[in-house]
């Protein structure tokens, strides 16, 4: 009785989606005496492409994922990340927990300096970490369990935990851990004008907000041997379409592809891509309780929705065929992944009908608001009004500036949102980043004992307890549908024959001081 198959092939004929390009517009390309970039001593220029504009400079309010590139050039952070995510020493040079996991003291370096003249040393440690736990990033809930951090002595920071924090440490090498001049916090400019120890300096004249952002080289950085080039130019576009102009017109070194379907014009063209899968992408039901969305707080309702939706058609047609269907939000990486889980919901829109007819609910009943952005095609929203149209669920769109959907969603301005999130490496990660009242990714602050228990004994249970309480957890989020994702996309990073690259793992861009000129 459904005929989806031809309505996504008329749908999608010109349709691409990006991976979250929220803000900004093309800027120009590399210098053209600087972009061999002929060596690994800070010389060239390097040119990237990034989909999302910088929505903030303040390290105490800062996202990262698609952000993370502007934050690594100017700040510093605690420890260090390697490709694969084995947290390596960095501003901190060594550390250790007592018996219980609940006191960590970290050794600093005592040779680091902020490039307004502050000294970095514990008190500035303490302050940011602090100060990034009640700030308003969406990672906020990375810290939720620091009860406290203080300065022993100038190269010695102690944090207390209320409880055990199993991924303190990786969470230490993204924003929890930027280091930010205690001097600059709360300036006019906090936003806009970084002052950090990280390797580069925002030039803020030739930067143009929005549109390209202009790094120079730290003259007096600490480690001058992760310095790979003399200056770092971030150019943002909106659209797949434009990322690939610009690497085939070798304007840029390197860029997020988004579109699978255009991997096949960079590698003629001498690019060279590399794959990870990052990310779930689907719906998010925020409103769990009900607050502003009655229909809901009931599991049929939240079931419904994941059975309206055909996952494999959607992967195919959105998702060029390029990603791997599921049903839940863990990564595969993660002790909490259940590979069964990945086809739980099947595509039954009579099953769907009959579940919102038991929570009382004739087609036309219920009306989701659900925002819009140009961060994604409009075919992918033509879809999921479609979908849901047709087991009697109506969508209300409601169009949001690029600048504001994000805030907007983590406002808990709106019940349920198409959205592509991360899929963490680490259960644990996954639990604070999505699963806790104090999850940035949990807006309405839904509540639920089952999720507290389980993730309590991943929190601190044995390792053999701790993963078979992911692999419970896993089953329970997608047994009461706190979510509806289609798919985990493959997600593509290119790079020219100048550059070489590592990906990041649990990161949607490579890490900034992963970039080398070849030689």
């Not at 002595?153 to 935990?161: G, K, R, S, V």
Request: a negative charge; proline letters at 6%; aromatic letters at 10%.
């Amino acid at each position: 009785m459904f005929t989806f198959k031809k309505r996504i092939a008329a749908l999608v004929s010109a349709m691409a989606i990006t991976a979250l390009a929220l803000s900004g517009c093309a800027g120009a390309g590399p210098d053209s005496d600087e972009s061999s970039a002929e060596s690994t001593q800070g010389t060239g220029t390097l040119t990237i492409g990034t989909i999302v504009a910088s929505t903030t400079f303040a390290a105490n309010n800062a996202p990262w994922s698609n952000e993370s590139p502007y934050l690594q050039a100017v700040y510093d952070t605690l420890l260090h990340a390697e490709p694969d995510g084995t947290v390596v020493p960095w501003l901190a040079t060594d550390w250790s927990y007592n018996d219980d996991m609940t006191v960590l003291t970290l050794n600093l370096r005592d040779d680091v300096t902020f490039t307004d003249g502050t000294k970095f040393d514990a008190s500035a440690a303490a302050l940011n970490l602090l100060r990034f736990r009640d700030g308003t990033s969406p990672q906020k809930g990375y810290l939720a369990t620091l009860a406290d951090a203080k300065a022993v002595d100038a190269t010695t920071l102690e944090l207390t935990l209320n409880s055990p924090n199993p991924s303190l440490l990786s969470f230490l090498t993204q924003n929890p851990g930027l280091q930010q001049s205690p001097a600059t916090f709360d300036a006019a400019d906090e936003k806009t004008n970084p002052v950090g120890s990280g390797p580069y300096i925002l030039d803020t004249k030739a930067t143009v907000v929005g549109s390209a952002y202009v790094f120079t080289k730290n003259p007096d950085y600490w480690a001058p041997e992760s310095q790979h080039y003399a200056k770092v130019v971030m150019n943002v576009y909106t659209t797949p379409t434009a990322v690939l102009n610009a690497l085939k017109g070798g304007q840029i070194n390197g860029a997020p592809v988004s579109d699978s379907a255009m991997i096949a014009q960079l590698e003629p063209a001498g690019l060279t891509v590399q794959t990870q899968q990052l990310n779930f992408f689907g719906l998010l039901l925020f409103d769990r309780d009900g607050a502003i969305e009655p229909a809901l707080a009931d599991v049929r309702v939240r079931q419904a929705i994941n059975y309206a939706f055909d996952r494999k058609a959607l992967l195919e047609s959105v998702g060029q065929g390029n990603g791997k269907v599921t049903s839940s939000i863990f990564s595969p990486d993660s002790s909490g992944y259940v590979k069964d889980l990945d086809d739980y919901y099947s595509y039954d829109p009579e099953k769907a009908e009959e579940l919102l007819a038991e929570a009382g609910y004739a087609a036309g009943d219920i009306t989701l608001k659900m925002p819009t952005s140009s961060g994604f095609a409009p075919a992918t929203y033509a879809l999921v009004k479609q979908y849901l149209s047709d087991v009697g669920i109506n969508v209300e769109e409601v169009g949001v500036t690029p600048t504001s959907f994000l805030s907007d969603l983590l406002a808990a301005k709106y019940a349920s949102t198409v959205m592509m999130l991360k899929t963490a490496p680490t259960s644990w990660e996954t639990v604070t980043l999505d699963l806790l009242p104090s999850s940035g990714w949990n807006p309405f602050r839904v509540k639920d004992a089952t999720v507290a228990e389980l993730a309590a004994t991943i929190q601190s249970g044995t390792e053999e307890e701790a993963e078979a309480a992911a692999k419970e957890l896993n089953e329970y989020i997608v047994e009461q549908a706190w979510f509806a994702p289609w798919y985990r996309p493959d997600l593509n990073y290119a790079t020219d024959a100048k550059t070489s690259v590592e990906p990041q793992s649990g990161n949607s861009y490579p890490y900034l001081w992963n970039f080398v000129p070849k030689q």
